[in-house]
């Protein structure tokens, strides 16, 4: 076969003759050019001439161990290991050092179709995930952690709507990082170097709301002994974010309406129009559609918050995050602690396993109790998570980790409860999963699941 460019090249770094020619002709029917390297050496000498689409590696090569090779393959291309061992400790490891997929041997080309799709998919994520990043503030940028599908989509929508000047409206469940993401539209659009004005709607009286949000008049109530600008003159050329917009009462829903649709607004007190030169974002916990519908909400101010809406996913659908996440909040909280610490494998599978009902917010606590409760200790294992068994949606923990399941096993179990949670519906598993329907109906296939 013809190269086409590296588009569609996979290295096979494997000294197993046999299997790397079976793998090499799995790949090729798939239309896939390969390049066989039965050694590191090999493997390095034909990086320094081009970098492959893709990488399958094994993890016992002669001159290395492949576990050590990860960080520095996946520099240039995606990593898929493969190994006769398939224990929670070894995927853990191999996902920490960089490699996207991780498959066991004996080979089984269906698998590897799979993991294939899987590691190509996430390279064009993480471009998209690294481009809008690059435009974003460093301190905001560094609190956006993720690479699933769900997350990264996210982030697609971010990009798309930031620069337009549409009011956008956050929905999502407490705790998922709403304000974050209100930020980084600020952030990404032509307003970034002007203010960014958080109002919470949920703690403030409706005559304090007015005054705060749209200052007040000299006299307008007894103490107001000075005219006061609102925050909506503080966020001039910026953009104010109404957090849990769903919060408040109907006069004021009023009143925001008329700032929404018309940009104008008065001081409490006031008699005179002020214009309000300033983008508005809001979010909210609740069904804000379901609200209006049921007359909870104005129907119209609903409508024009929903120009654009964004949906934060709860953690539970981001289950490739949850790592990445857990490591980044022990990195920055470590100052809890003097010593270096790091999760051990039983840690980092119970957390995956968790339904985390309060989402980021919650694994962020989770993990700062976690440095405290595991002392001088440098591993921090399930133990110190201290995390509830028997929660509704979740999956066992302590009894089930102690055997030490397979990462086949895992994957398997972990289908079958999203399968039982979403009452079969494919659409939905495959959405949570960031795959294609198509590929999930191959995992179902592939682990004899009845739905």
């Known amino acids: 076969m013809r190269d086409t460019g590296n588009g569609r090249r996979v290295m096979i770094?494997?000294?197993?003759?046999?299997?790397?020619?079976?793998?090499?002709?799995?790949?090729?029917?798939?239309?896939?050019?390969?390049?066989?390297?039965?050694?590191?050496?090999?493997?390095?000498?034909?990086?320094?001439?081009?970098?492959?689409?893709?990488?399958?590696?094994?993890?016992?090569?002669?001159?290395?161990?492949?576990?050590?090779?990860?960080?520095?393959?996946?520099?240039?291309?995606?990593?898929?290991?493969?190994?006769a061992y398939g224990t929670i400790h070894e995927a853990v490891n191999a996902m920490r050092m960089g490699a996207v997929e991780y498959l066991t041997k004996p080979f089984?080309?269906?698998?590897?179709?799979?993991?294939?799709?899987?590691?190509?998919?996430?390279?064009?994520?993480?471009?998209?995930?690294?481009?809008?990043?690059?435009?974003?503030?460093?301190?905001?940028?560094?609190?956006?952690?993720?690479?699933s599908a769900a997350f990264v989509a996210m982030l697609h929508e971010i990009e798309q709507v930031a620069d337009t000047g549409c009011t956008v409206l956050i929905d999502g469940e407490s705790g998922v990082g709403k304000e974050l993401v209100a930020q980084s539209v600020h952030q990404l659009s032509g307003r970034a170097t002007q203010n960014f004005v958080p109002v919470d709607c949920s703690t403030l009286q409706e005559n304090l709301f007015e005054s705060e949000v749209f200052g007040h008049e000299r006299g307008a109530f007894t103490g107001a002994d000075r005219r006061k600008d609102g925050l909506i003159e503080v966020a001039e050329g910026g953009?104010?974010?109404?957090?849990?917009?769903?919060?408040?009462?109907?006069?004021?829903?009023?009143?925001?309406?008329?700032?929404?649709?018309?940009?104008?607004?008065?001081?409490?007190?006031?008699?005179?129009?002020?214009?309000?030169?300033?983008?508005?974002?809001?979010a909210t916990n609740r069904d804000l559609k379901s609200f209006s519908e049921a007359g909870k909400f104005r129907r119209d101010l609903y409508f024009r918050l929903a120009a654009f809406v964004i949906h934060v996913p709860p953690l539970r659908n981001r289950t490739d995050d949850i790592p990445l996440l857990a490591e980044h909040f022990l990195e920055n909280r470590a100052f809890l602690r003097q010593v270096h610490k790091r999760f051990n494998a039983g840690a980092l599978a119970a957390l995956v396993a968790h339904d985390w009902p309060g989402n980021v917010r919650e694994l962020r606590n989770v993990v700062e109790r976690a440095i405290i409760v595991s002392g001088n200790a440098r591993e921090i294992?399930?133990?110190?998570?201290?995390?509830?068994?028997?929660?509704?949606?979740?999956?066992?923990?302590?009894?089930?980790?102690?055997?030490?399941?397979?990462?086949?096993?895992?994957?398997?179990?972990?289908?079958?409860?999203?399968?039982?949670?979403?009452?079969?519906?494919?659409?939905?598993?495959?959405?949570?999963?960031?795959?294609?329907?198509?590929?999930?109906?191959?995992?179902?296939k592939r682990y004899e699941i009845n739905c």
């Open 13 to 83: 770094v494997e000294d197993d003759a046999v299997l790397s020619r079976l793998i090499g002709r799995s790949l090729e029917q798939l239309g896939f050019v390969t390049a066989i390297a039965p050694s590191w050496a090999m493997a390095q000498q034909a990086l320094s001439g081009a970098s492959p689409a893709l990488a399958i590696l094994d993890v016992n090569l002669p001159d290395a161990r492949g576990i050590d090779c990860i960080e520095v393959l996946s520099e240039h291309c995606p990593v898929i290991v493969l190994t």
């Open 108 to 147: 089984d080309p269906e698998k590897l179709e799979i993991a294939i799709d899987r590691a190509l998919e996430h390279v064009s994520l993480k471009r998209s995930l690294e481009f809008t990043r690059s435009k974003l503030n460093p301190s905001i940028a560094h609190s956006m952690v993720g690479r």
């Open 239 to 282: 953009t104010v974010f109404f957090d849990e917009i769903g919060e408040l009462g109907a006069g004021l829903q009023a009143k925001m309406l008329r700032l929404i649709e018309t940009g104008r607004y008065r001081r409490l007190g006031g008699t005179a129009d002020l214009g309000a030169d300033a983008r508005f974002v809001a």
């Open 381 to 444: 294992t399930a133990r110190h998570l201290s995390l509830e068994t028997g929660t509704p949606g979740s999956l066992p923990h302590t009894d089930f980790w102690r055997d030490e399941p397979t990462l086949e096993e895992l994957k398997r179990d972990y289908l079958v409860h999203l399968m039982e949670k979403h009452d079969g519906h494919r659409g939905r598993v495959a959405a949570i999963l960031g795959i294609s329907e198509r590929n999930t109906y191959r995992l179902i």
